[in-house]
C-alpha cells in the first residue's frame, strides 16, 4: 500500500503514556525499608534446576530470590493464598509500569481485584536500566516456556519447560492432579531474565542474564501470597531453553518477617474499589 500524504507527520507525532503511574497509590518504601531492618527469616526454599517450588508469603513480610551457585533465569508465578484464582497479571503490570519491573513498582491481580500483590523493594540489577538493544531485566513480556510452543516450534516433547515445572509443583502443593492444576499456571515474572523486543521486526528476543551469584530481587507482600517459582530450564537464557542444553543452577527463595509493630499505618491491599455494575 502507497503512504498517504500524511504519513511522515502521523509517524513523528510524540508517543502519549497510556496509563502515567503518577496517580497510584505509591509504596511507602521507607516504611518498607525500616520493617525489613528488624525482619527475620522465616522459611527458605531451594529450587533445583528445572523444577519449581511453591512457597507461602505472609502479608507485610518480604521474599527474596536470589542467584546461587551460577547464572540463572527464574520463572515467578504468584498467586492470592487464600484464593488461587487471583493471581498475577503480567499484562496489567506492563500496561502500568512498563516491560521490566523494578524498585518500587507492582505486581497486579487479575479483575476484579485488580491490586497490588507485591512489591519490589530491592533489586541488585537494577544498574543494568535499558541496554542500547532496548533489552533489560525482570520482564512481564515473555511468557514462561512451555511445551506446546516448543512442540510447535520443534515437534519435541520437552518436559521441563517453566509451564511443566510450575504445573507440577503447583499440583503437589495443592494436592491435585497436574490437569486441575495447569489452568491456574499464569503468564509469569521473567526474574533476572534480560529480555527486550528487536527495534526493527518487534520480535522478542533474550540475551545472557548479568545476574551472579549473590544478586537477588527482593518484594514485600501486600496480600498473603503463594509463590511458585521455576529454575528455567533455559539457565541464564543467553542461548537456548526447552531443552536441557543450557547449565542450570538452582536459586534460593527466603521469607523474611518484621517485627511486629513495624509496619505502623500499612495494612493489606483491598481489592479494586470499582462498583462492577458496568452502567445501564
Ligand atoms: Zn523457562
Not at 500483590?117 to 513480556?141: K, P
Not at 545476574?211 to 521455576?230: C, K, Q, W
Not at 530450564?233 to 531443552?243: A, E, L, Y
Amino acid at each position: 500500500m502507497s503512504e498517504p500524504d500524511f504519513a511522515a507527520a502521523h509517524k513523528a507525532l510524540p508517543p502519549v503514556v497510556c496509563y502515567p503511574p503518577e496517580t497510584l497509590q505509591t509504596p511507602d518504601l521507607a516504611l518498607y525499608a525500616e520493617a525489613r531492618a528488624s525482619a527475620q527469616k522465616t522459611a527458605e526454599v531451594l529450587v533445583p534446576p528445572r523444577d519449581a517450588k511453591c512457597f507461602e508469603v505472609p502479608a507485610g513480610s518480604f521474599f527474596r530470590i536470589s542467584s546461587v551457585e551460577g547464572s540463572q533465569v527464574g520463572d515467578l508465578n504468584v498467586h492470592n493464598l487464600h484464593d488461587l484464582t487471583e493471581r498475577h497479571w503480567s499484562g496489567k503490570t506492563r500496561a502500568l509500569h512498563g516491560t521490566h519491573v523494578t524498585t518500587g513498582e507492582r505486581l497486579w491481580s487479575l479483575f476484579p481485584q485488580m491490586r497490588p500483590m507485591a512489591t519490589v523493594t530491592t533489586d541488585t540489577l537494577d544498574w543494568y536500566g535499558i541496554d542500547e538493544h532496548g533489552g533489560s531485566v525482570h520482564d512481564v513480556i515473555g511468557t514462561r516456556c512451555d511445551p506446546y510452543t516448543n512442540h510447535a516450534l520443534s515437534g519435541g516433547q520437552y518436559h521441563h519447560c517453566c509451564h511443566s515445572n510450575l504445573t507440577r509443583s503447583l499440583a503437589e502443593y495443592m494436592g491435585v492432579s497436574r490437569d486441575e492444576a495447569e489452568p491456574l499456571v499464569h503468564d509469569v515474572v521473567n526474574v533476572f531474565m534480560c529480555t527486550g523486543f528487536t527495534r526493527d521486526t518487534g520480535q522478542y528476543f533474550m540475551k545472557a542474564s548479568p545476574v551472579r551469584p549473590g544478586d537477588y530481587i527482593e518484594f514485600f507482600a501486600e496480600i498473603d501470597l503463594l509463590g511458585n517459582l521455576s529454575a528455567c530450564p533455559g539457565g541464564d537464557c543467553s542461548t537456548s531453553h526447552s531443552s536441557d542444553a543450557a547449565q542450570c543452577h538452582p536459586l534460593l527463595v527466603e521469607v523474611f518477617t518484621p517485627a511486629d509493630g513495624t509496619l505502623n499505618g500499612w495494612s493489606p491491599a483491598q481489592p479494586n474499589g470499582y462498583d462492577r455494575s458496568h452502567g445501564s
